[in-house]
């Protein structure tokens, strides 16, 4: 499992192609920064993420997207979730304000085969590609107590609403060919299990699939060892929604459909001398959560 993490290039937040904003301390692209990890910059946040407290990592569909789109699908993608807890409030990008207090905070990875990762770090091969990923991290999901979550799986949702909305975001991708605008309206067959508007989807600069964060958040301040954040951040569930779709260049048909994967990954591996969190036993307790994230990528990946 990769917990390093490599700076990439200049990072923008979308809020549904309404607002355009530079996040202040994450000038590099490829990482949506939720909650209150907007508290710290890029630098404070990989040092204390590169050692975490909690992580895990499971295989997910990908494709060679060295070659044109569309490719084979290949082994050796995976998404992983690192948690650290007690990240010191004096490590902020306003350490002035410190009160003693710390966050705990969690981070999500799509990592590419090391031979993919090669690939993108030539620019041509990123002014040249074909491809298109979007990555949506779907929040405010139910909290159950499930081992679903562990091999990948979305044991809150139901396989008709898995597929629905799996085949919701394809069409939408088809008709838009990019990864924003408004979003698909939530399947019947989800029911109040999720709920689509709250959704946001961001483009993947293909130089951030060397273990880069796609996503980043942070708790509340709170107490140093304070449980209650700690058993939080264990037990959420996150599933995350993987469009694989091509750009303007790939001169893809009207009738192409994109390659749309829901995985749902939680942080069940405690590292030694972390503390287990204290409601269940690691590797039993999960919480589903749906974040949704709007675009950041570099200003040039637009027109990809």
């Not at 917990?3 to 949506?32: H, K, M, Q």
């Not at 990989?46 to 060295?66: C, H, K, M, W, Y």
């Not at 590419?112 to 990923?133: C, G, M, R, V, Y």
């Not at 394809?170 to 008709?175: E, G, I, T, Y």
């Amino acid at each position: 499992m990769r917990v390093s993490f490599r700076a990439t290039r200049a990072l923008l937040v979308f809020n549904f192609c309404t607002r355009v904003s530079a996040l202040v301390g994450w000038p590099g692209g490829g990482t949506l920064v939720e909650g209150n990890a907007t508290q710290f910059d890029r630098e404070a946040w990989e040092r204390n993420l590169a050692q975490p407290n909690a992580t895990a990592s499971l295989p997910v569909t990908g494709f060679d997207i060295s070659q044109r789109w569309p490719s084979q699908e290949v082994d050796g993608w995976t998404l992983s979730v690192n948690i650290s807890r007690d990240i010191p409030d004096s490590q902020t990008i306003n350490p002035g304000n410190a009160t003693g207090n710390a966050f705990t905070g969690t981070s999500i990875f799509l990592e590419a085969p090391d031979n993919i990762q090669d690939a993108f770090t030539s620019q041509s091969a990123l002014d040249e590609t074909t491809w298109k990923i979007c990555v949506a991290i779907v929040p405010n999901g139910p909290q159950e107590d499930s081992p679903t979550a562990d091999n990948g799986t979305c044991g809150f949702l139901s396989s008709q609403c898995v597929a629905d909305l799996q085949q919701a975001y394809a069409d939408k991708f088809s008709r838009n060919l990019d990864c924003y605008g408004n979003p698909p309206p939530t399947p019947s067959s989800c029911g109040d299990s999720v709920d689509t508007a709250s959704f946001g989807v961001q483009q993947l600069p293909l130089n951030s699939v060397n273990g880069t964060e796609v996503f980043a958040t942070a708790s509340s301040s709170h107490d140093v060892g304070d449980e209650t954040a700690w058993n939080n951040a264990t037990m959420q569930v996150w599933p995350v929604l993987t469009i694989w779709g091509w750009n303007t260049r790939a001169n893809a048909s009207e009738d192409s459909s994109p390659h749309v994967q829901l995985s749902c990954i939680r942080a069940n591996n405690v590292e030694p001398g972390s503390g287990s969190p204290s409601s269940a036993t690691a590797g039993t307790r999960v919480s589903a959560v749906v974040v949704l994230g709007i675009a950041s990528f570099a200003t040039w990946y637009a027109f990809l």
